[in-house]
């Protein structure tokens, strides 16, 4: 009698933009794997509840995106240190009694495809320069910071969000003014655009990236369009650039592991998948 498939998926509200499915499908049918990776709605009232539903369907686990990603590690039985010291949890295990293990692998994706995309970036080269003070900031700071970055000034529309940010990572973190966001490229070695600016329906980052030297790499976690204007200009600068759609796929990669048993491989064939999806 053959095992049954397992199962895992990706919980959010809403949940019917994810490309999560089409990412693990993907892998599923390339290693030939009896599973199912599935989209499921939860309302934010409804987490708790939902959690403890899909470990009793015999779920592995699931993703949490927005808006449960801080929700989810504060009702997990134990996180990893990389999510508590981010704040919140995209990556859920659950154990055969029911608990959660909350894990956040979002810095990890960021990396990965930094180094996959532009193998001869450095972390410590110089300083890094990151926009926006969300969710997201917090992953590509803890990320860039274990890297090996020294110095990272951060701008954020709202300074406040941004000076609360600095405060949790410590001396490493230097706020600047939004308004001086562009004067602050100047000797950086990489440029993180975490805002929603640029995304498909928001309005454009417009950052003239003229103080920024030559040899820096701009980086965009949108992914919605893949070239986004932030993107286009620090390309028609001369800057290398890395688009935000290989930290999605990276980020998938430990949880993928973690519930089917297979280490499965970011490539080019993913991509055109995900895309298409």
Same mark, same amino acid.
């Given at each position: ?57 015999? *779920? ?49 994706? *960021? ?148 519930? *089917? ?17």
């Amino acid at each position: 009698m053959s095992a049954a498939p397992r199962l895992a998926g990706v919980i959010g509200w809403p949940i019917g933009h994810s490309r999560s499915p089409a990412l693990h499908g993907h892998w599923l049918r390339r290693y030939g794997i009896a599973g199912h990776y599935v989209p499921v709605a939860v309302a934010p009232d409804r987490l708790e509840d939902s959690l403890r539903a899909l470990a009793l369907l015999g *779920f592995r686990g699931c993703n949490a995106t927005i808006p449960h990603k801080e929700a989810a590690l504060a009702l997990a039985a134990e996180a990893s240190a990389t999510a508590r010291r981010i704040g919140a949890a995209n990556t859920l295990t659950f154990r055969p009694d029911g608990s959660v293990f909350a894990d956040n692998t979002d810095a990890y994706g *960021f990396l990965a495809n930094l180094r996959q995309a532009a193998p001869g970036w450095r972390a410590g080269a110089g300083p890094a320069l990151v926009l926006g003070a969300g969710g997201a900031a917090r992953a590509v700071v803890a990320g860039l910071i274990d890297a090996g970055v020294s110095e990272l000034r951060l701008a954020n529309r709202t300074r406040a969000r941004a000076e609360e940010l600095a405060a949790h990572f410590g001396a490493a973190v230097a706020v600047v003014d939004w308004a001086r966001a562009e004067d602050a490229a100047e000797g950086v070695a990489t440029i993180v655009n975490t805002t929603s600016l640029g995304m498909a329906g928001q309005p454009p980052l417009e950052l003239r990236l003229n103080a920024a030297p030559e040899t820096a790499l701009a980086t965009d976690l949108v992914y919605q369009p893949l070239v986004t204007p932030f993107l286009a200009l620090a390309a028609a600068r001369g800057l290398a650039t890395v688009d935000g759609l290989g930290m999605l796929l990276h980020q998938a990669a430990p949880g993928f592991e973690a519930w *089917f048993g297979v280490a499965p491989e970011v490539d080019g064939e993913l991509r055109a998948a995900v895309l298409a999806a």
